[in-house]
């Protein structure tokens, strides 16, 4: 049974840092990839970052960096100078493919609330 164990999220103020952390359990492929994703209140779920099994990683915002320690089963977000807008829900899932897309992921975590405000 896959699963996947979000946590680091909090208040922050205008600026601030945030490491999100998501701790997975009974993955079987060699080969997976993990992405983070944010849903905002009233707005869609939207794909923030993801990272293959290589480490091959990417970010929409070069405010974020993605990365990973398999020795420790976790997938790392961390955020930095964050904004009112970085407000929202921030999923952790797993799938095959390396996507900004929600539906290309398998397995999700529960989310973290992050907000960002003064």
């Known amino acids: 049974q896959v699963q996947l164990v979000e946590s680091g999220g909090g208040l922050v103020q205008p600026g601030g840092s945030l490491r999100l952390s998501c701790v997975f359990s009974?993955?079987?492929?060699?080969?997976?990839?993990f992405g983070w994703f944010r849903q905002a209140p009233g707005k869609e779920r939207e794909g923030i970052s993801y990272i293959s099994s290589s480490g091959d990683g990417r970010t929409y915002y070069d405010r974020f960096t993605i990365s990973r320690d398999n020795a420790k089963n976790t997938v790392y977000l961390q955020m930095n100078s964050l904004k009112p807008e970085d407000t929202g829900i921030y999923y952790c899932?797993?799938?095959?493919?390396?996507?900004?897309?929600?539906?290309?992921?398998?397995?999700w975590g529960q989310g973290t609330q992050v907000t960002v405000s003064s």
């Open positions: 009974g993955l079987i492929l060699d080969s997976y990839v």
């Open positions: 899932a797993v799938g095959v493919h390396s996507s900004w897309w929600p539906y290309e992921y398998t397995y």
